[in-house]
């Protein structure tokens, strides 16, 4: 089975603190993603990784930075944490889509819900 | 515009009824893959169902059905013989083409309640 661990579940930080949020999977996936679930408006791509060091900005990179030295781990970071970035953040990797299929699905982690006060 | 529209922000369905929760997608490109998940208040997210774009059939895993109608652009989740666990949160997404890094779409989500 593919596990996809987010190292919290639970963070409060305050205004202005830079935050790390930690992602490691353990299947050789490609691809890896950082989202945002706010009530009502799904899910948002933060950043996504295709490969080691390689990087590409989603829907709402503002405020974020991500990094990947290594496959397996992809980090979110926050430089300076505000009380508009208290959401749940949900990380996922998947496969890159072979030639004939766009399947793949993502896998993800268990969330991770950041409050910032 | 939105790549993924779910409509319907909750649903009521009787157990052991069947449900159909809405999804449309829009996408220029021939290749692509459409999936559900389900997000029980546990928070986890949960594969279910995924077609693709040049897949003849409507796909089905079990209890959950995927009524491709390609034309139209529209991915429906039928939830057969609904049970008291399925009450959770569902996202349809999209995967386009084939390149490396293509990332997922996600629409809004539908907030199914099953009522005993």
């Known amino acids: 089975d593919v596990k996809v661990t987010q190292s919290s579940r639970y963070l409060v930080k305050r205004t202005g603190e830079k935050v790390f949020l930690e992602c490691v999977q353990d299947m050789d996936h490609e691809n890896m993603f950082w989202y945002r679930q706010d009530p009502g408006l799904g899910l948002r791509l933060i950043y996504f990784?295709?490969?080691?060091?390689?990087?590409e900005k989603g829907d709402i990179p503002e405020g974020y930075s991500v990094s990947r030295e290594k496959k397996e781990r992809f980090s979110l970071i926050l430089e300076s944490a505000s009380t508009n970035q208290t959401s749940m953040y949900l990380c996922?990797?998947?496969?890159?889509?072979?030639?004939?299929?766009?399947?793949?699905?993502?896998?993800f982690g268990q969330g991770t819900r950041l409050t910032v006060v | 515009a939105q790549k993924i529209t779910q409509t319907q922000p909750g649903m009521f369905v009787q157990e052991k009824e069947a449900v159909t929760l809405d999804c449309t997608y829009d996408t220029s490109d021939p290749s692509y893959g459409l999936f559900w998940y389900k997000q029980p208040s546990s928070g986890e997210m949960i594969f279910l169902i995924y077609q693709g774009s040049y897949d003849q059939q409507n796909a089905t895993e079990g209890r959950y059905s995927l009524n491709f109608q390609k034309a139209r652009k529209s991915a429906n989740l039928v939830i057969s013989a609904s049970q008291l666990g399925d009450s959770a949160m569902y996202f349809c997404a999209m995967r386009e083409g084939l390149n490396t890094g293509n990332q997922f779409y996600f629409g809004t989500g539908t907030s199914l309640t099953v009522i005993p």
């Open positions: 996922a990797s998947s496969l890159y889509p072979p030639l004939a299929r766009v399947s793949g699905e993502a896998f």
């Open positions: 990784s295709y490969d080691v060091k390689m990087k």
